[in-house]
């Protein structure tokens, strides 16, 4: 109860104050290239439910259907100027607000993956399925202390230990630490989020271990 109603109130308040950032971006993609402002697709939830994800399209118009549901690589061609900044800076997952708002999302959770990638991924990777047991998240230990290009397995593991370890104080933690990686716009960032600097600063939960 107490994560849901952080949910609904940190969302609701997200959405009215970008409301305005919601605007200048929409203009901004819609200038850029002409194509539709937002991306939808359809991703799993808790408990396998899907439901329709919602974001500031970066990427060129009808990529999924020219190339499929690929993630996205260092120097994506698909990847628009545009896009390139609303990734850096999470602002193309503004509209997710609304998904955490209405209940599809938390901000804290594995990422919800696409129904395309989470049908490949459960033949190959046992256990998989155990990270739909909790809500999908905005963000979580793997994108915080990982990396876009870790493997699918190796996120897992990340996804696994927060579904065990799961509590009110660590959601706190990573949504500060989202709001750090936001303003310093390093979410594109292909090795870790922070300097060793910063690790230091910032430090990481003590129970923190992937080897399980």
């Known amino acids: 109860m107490l994560k849901r109603g952080f949910d609904i109130l940190l969302s609701g308040v997200g959405l009215i104050v970008s409301l305005p950032l919601w605007g200048i971006i929409a203009l901004v993609v ?8 937002f991306y939808r697709q359809e991703r799993v939830g808790k ?17 999924d259907r020219k190339w499929g549901a690929v993630p996205a ?15 850096a800076t999470a602002m193309d997952e503004l509209p997710q607000l609304w998904s955490i708002f209405r209940g599809d999302m938390s901000f804290v959770g594995p990422r919800p993956e ?19 047991q909790v809500m999908p998240g905005l963000t979580g230990l793997a994108q915080v202390y ?9 996120k897992l593991r990340y996804d696994l230990l927060y579904v065990r370890r799961q509590s009110f104080c660590l959601d706190l933690r990573l949504v500060l630490l989202s ?32 080897r399980n």
Do not use: C
Request: charged share 35%; no cysteine.
């Open 73 to 87: 690589a260092e120097n994506d061609p698909r990847i628009t100027k545009v896009g390139k900044i609303l990734r």
């Open 146 to 154: 990982g990396h876009s290009e870790l493997s699918r397995r190796h």
């Open 30 to 37: 819609k200038l850029h290239d002409g194509g539709p402002v």
């Open 47 to 63: 408990d396998g439910r899907v439901f329709t994800g919602l974001k500031f399209r970066s990427m060129v118009p009808d990529s």
């Open 179 to 210: 709001f750090v990686v936001t303003f310093t716009g390093r979410w594109e960032r292909r090795e870790g989020k922070f300097s060793r600097r910063h690790q230091r600063r910032y430090g990481r939960p003590a129970f923190f271990e992937t």
């Open 114 to 132: 696409w129904v395309e990638l989470v049908k490949k991924f459960r033949v190959e990777i046992p256990g998989f399925d155990l990270r739909h």
